[in-house]
Structures are given as C-alpha cells and as structure tokens.
C-alpha cells in the first residue's frame, strides 16, 4: 500500500496452516517456506502491507520459530512477526504450523486465498480445494 493511498483498501484477515513430518529445521524452513510462497504466489499481498502475522505451532514443534523462517523472506525483516504455541485439545492435529495475518488489502474477503497445505488441508476443506489458479495476482 502505498503512504497517502485511501481508495478500498481495507483491513483484512487471512489463515493457513501447514504440517511438518519431524520436527526439525529443515521441516519447518521447508514448510513455512512453501506455505508463504502459496500466500505470496495466489494473492495480491506484499509485506508492506502486513499489519502483523501470528505463527502457531503444536507443542510437539520447537526446533526453529517459524518467524525467525518468515523474516528471511524479502522485505518480511519489517513486519511484526509473533510465534506462540497453539492450544492442545485431544486428537487435534499434530505437527502443525498456522499462521494468521492482518493485512490491507482491496479485494473482497471472499477472493483471499487461505492456504491449507499437507495434511493440514483437511483443517478447512472448504479452502483448501480452491482452484488457485483465480487467485494469482
């Protein structure tokens, strides 16, 4: 977004999640790496106009924060990253990272691509399975 721009820009919310299969640095980078590029790849987003993204993990996921991966994209050292550890409920899924991002953006809600990649896709199957060959910018 650009300083001085008012137009439609409006504050939007976008989810997605990912699985590892070990918890490991290579996993992690690996994932969040591929889940950020599906972000990036399927919807008009740049980090300019992050507010500020929040990493979850399971508990079973500490070798790296995933923040710490986010912040060695391009022009992600600027945005306001936060890690926490996700909530353990009995039979949730494992190894999971998620993220959730505030961004401006002026598409509408319904247009944003929510990736749910691996065997997160399941999460929510109604994002999943869109074609996301509509959402490349």
């Not at 137009?7 to 889940?35: C, F, H, K, Q, Y």
């Not at 590029?37 to 990493?55: K, R, Y």
């Not at 508990?59 to 550890?85: G, M």
């Not at 691509?113 to 509509?134: C, K």
Request: with cysteine.
């Amino acid at each position: 977004m650009q300083q001085g721009e008012i137009g439609n820009w409006r504050v939007r919310a976008i989810r997605g999640a990912t699985t590892v299969p070990e918890n490991s640095v290579a996993a992690m980078t690996d994932a969040v790496t591929e889940l950020l590029d599906a972000l990036e790849t399927n919807n008009p987003i740049t980090p300019d106009a992050m507010i500020s993204v929040t990493f979850s993990v399971t508990s079973d996921l500490d070798a790296i924060f995933p923040a710490a991966i986010a912040r060695q994209r391009p022009n992600w050292d600027t945005v306001p990253l936060l890690d926490v550890q996700h909530m353990q409920v009995v039979g949730s899924l494992p190894m999971c990272i998620r993220f959730l991002i505030h961004t401006y953006m002026t598409i509408p809600q319904a247009d944003i691509y929510h990736p749910y990649l691996r065997g997160a896709s399941g999460l929510r199957p109604d994002w999943s399975s869109v074609d996301t060959s509509a959402h490349a910018p």
